[in-house]
């Protein structure tokens, strides 16, 4: 989600070409204002690379990377590339390590989490993971565990850099919340690492009292979404719990606005998006301890924190009263400033002069 307001941030220092697959929607190339994206069509149309476990999807995750590697060295033929930024080490390290095997391009991977956490447990796509990461030019992660994460799995140095997105001033859109009861938002992939399950765990323990004057409305997308429509039949909590899709970023900008606080749950993550859009919609943030969102939360007087996959602390924390202020504390003002996305790509820009 945070791509886009980055590749602006580049283009603004740089000639840049996106090249993302197709997923369905949308012209295949697209000219923004300062920079063009080229999608290259491919098997999975609009399935979420995310979901993917090999050997599972095996044919899905080959057809994206043949696709993906014919694409780059068409566009390759093309332009005069100085540098290749791969977002995520798989799949776009791997077309990265094609393009400085062929044509000298040299290449920085950025990982973003789940490219790591999720590929290092096979032994296949861990051999890969390792082969991409010592062939770069320089490395970098979104959290300073995560860093530490990728230093002992390929042995070189890796850096911190923020990633995080602008949220619009104005939207026309309004979100549907409850007038009557507090409403907290939950925005996040359906995935185990993001604990939307902990989540609804941590709801069915509330006190009725509590859980009566409360609505929660969860925005996303992924394998875990069956599991938790059945535990919110199970538990009956569909008068408290509504299950959305995914939300477009003028929406989550309402509904950030609108919610009483945002709550981020996770039992790996490095530091989520979420946290830099509630800082900056003045949105009070319940997040669990994992990756650097508890270091920072507390540096910076920023948020509640709770132990991580804790739903019973998670419920105590949500019924604890909740500062409903929206004024931006001096502390999150200056979280906000380092994870200015302007900021990480005038970082990467220079590191790479």
Known sequence: MFVKDFAHELAKKTKLVVLT????????????????????????????????????????????????????????????????????AIPSGLWALFLKW???????????????????????????LRLILRQAQSIYADGHKLKEDVRSLCGKKCDYLA???????????????????????????????????????????LNPLIREKAHFHLFGGGALRPILEEFISSQYLSDVVTLHGYIDEELATAYLRACDAVII??????????VSDALQTGTPIIASDAGDMGYFLKKYNAGTVVPSNCPEELAKAIESNVPKKRKISAGQADLMKLLDISKSAGRFFSDQL
């Not at 929607?25 to 290259?40: A, D, K, T, Y």
């Not at 044509?103 to 796509?125: E, F, H, M, Q, R």
């Open 21 to 88: 697959q197709h997923t369905g929607r949308g012209p295949v190339i697209l000219h923004e204002s300062n920079f063009q994206v080229i999608r290259f069509q491919w098997s999975g149309r609009d399935k979420a690379l995310s979901t993917f476990r090999f050997p599972r999807d095996l044919f899905l995750m080959s057809s994206v990377i043949i696709r993906g590697f014919f694409a780059s060295l068409k566009i390759a033929k093309g332009h005069k590339f100085h540098h290749t930024l791969a977002l995520w």
């Open 163 to 205: 990633s995080s997105r602008r949220l619009p001033n104005h939207v026309s859109v309004k979100a549907d919340i409850r007038q009557d009861k507090k409403n907290y938002l939950f925005i996040g992939r359906y995935h185990p690492n993001k604990g939307p399950d902990i989540l609804l765990q941590a709801i069915a323990r």
């Open 102 to 128: 062929i044509y000298s391009i040299p290449y920085t991977v950025w990982c973003l989490g789940a490219d790591i956490w999720d590929y290092k447990k096979n032994p296949i796509t861990r051999w890969l």
């Open 265 to 274: 749950p996770s039992r790996k993550d490095t530091i989520s998006l979420v």
